[in-house]
């Protein structure tokens, strides 16, 4: 298991590739990306009949260079890290610090790879693999990279811990569409590893993920809530609503009451038909007699977010 600490001081559970799963992706990929140079070189010699030689070469090296250079930097670009040979192998390319990769990785990487792996058959590109501690070539270096196992054997996921109870309910109308999921996929890896941190560092890593939620569903922050347990009242309102959504698609249009925290609680039917309940007669407003002060307004919310620990 690899000790990959990130900028926050999160240790990162992440299992480096070998070089045998790293060799046997790349040959797939290379297998995909050759059948479809192929394909496309039969279109371009058809295509490009009534050119000249020289066109024509011009022609089918630039094909090859798109499609063994320029369609691999797309396809890990586009799939953050996984392509054909990497998914059938349950591989993926990340950041060192764990983050998903960008255009930049992906052109490092695959400028590179012209070098390591097309020009010398893969030759520096095993040797460094070998060299290297979590076993990454020179353009996994250059580009700051790492190719890890997603397909673990093994492995269990740890559950998020459940918020206090008297936070049970309180945020049942808070909008979490515009939520990404790679903040839920940040909350949630924090909320299961925040007792292995530093309290300081948990405390200021729980106080701006909070305040990533609260900027995200434009409500204001909760006053005297804990950063940590809104964030654990927030995980498990989403799954709350997700287990809902999914017991209503299961089993009708219906949908059935969710326990907070737990399992959707299936109703059960009543042989007897409902008994409607008396309706409580609703006591007037009695507006304030002339003289008497009014009454102190309730404070308003502070407008900034979770503020850590000094």
Not at 181 to 187: P, Q, R, S, T
Not at 247 to 257: I, K
Request: hydrophobic share 50%; glycine share 10%.
């Amino acid at each position: 298991m690899s000790g990959l600490v990130t900028g926050d001081a999160v240790v990162l559970g992440l299992r480096p590739a070998r070089l045998p799963s790293r060799a046997l992706a790349y040959l797939l990929d290379l297998f995909v990306y050759f059948t479809g140079y192929v394909l496309v070189f039969f279109l371009l010699v058809l295509a490009t009949s009534g050119l000249d030689m020289a066109a024509q070469a011009a022609v089918s090296v630039a094909c090859l260079v798109l499609v063994l250079v320029g369609v691999p930097i797309a396809v890990e670009t586009l799939s953050h890290g996984r392509s054909l040979g990497k998914l059938a192998c349950g591989l993926r390319v990340v950041r060192e610090d764990g983050g998903p990769i960008r255009f930049r990785h992906a052109l490092v990487r695959g400028a590179m790879g012209v070098v390591e792996l097309l020009m010398v058959f893969g030759t520096v590109a095993c040797i460094a693999s070998l060299v290297s501690e979590r076993g990454r070539r020179l353009g996994d270096v250059f580009g700051g990279t790492l190719v890890v196992r997603e397909r673990v054997p093994g492995t269990r996921v740890l559950p998020v811990p459940p918020p206090p109870p008297w936070l049970a309910g309180r945020f049942a109308g808070l909008d979490l569409s515009a939520v990404p999921d790679g903040l839920w996929l940040a909350i949630r890896q924090y909320l299961t590893r925040m007792n292995q941190l530093d309290p300081h560092t948990a405390a200021v890593m729980a106080a701006r993920l909070a305040d990533d939620v609260v900027a995200r569903t434009g409500a204001p922050a909760p006053a005297g809530v804990p950063a940590a347990a809104f964030l654990m009242a927030v995980v498990h309102e989403r799954q709350s609503r997700d287990a809902a959504r999914a017991f209503a698609t299961a089993s009708g249009p219906a949908a059935a009451p969710v326990a907070y925290g737990g399992p959707p609680v299936v109703p059960v039917a009543s042989p007897a038909a409902p008994v409607a309940a008396p309706v409580q007669p609703v006591e007037p407003v009695r507006p304030a007699a002339p003289g008497r002060p009014a009454a102190p307004a309730e404070p308003a919310r502070p407008a900034s977010g979770f503020a850590p620990p000094g």
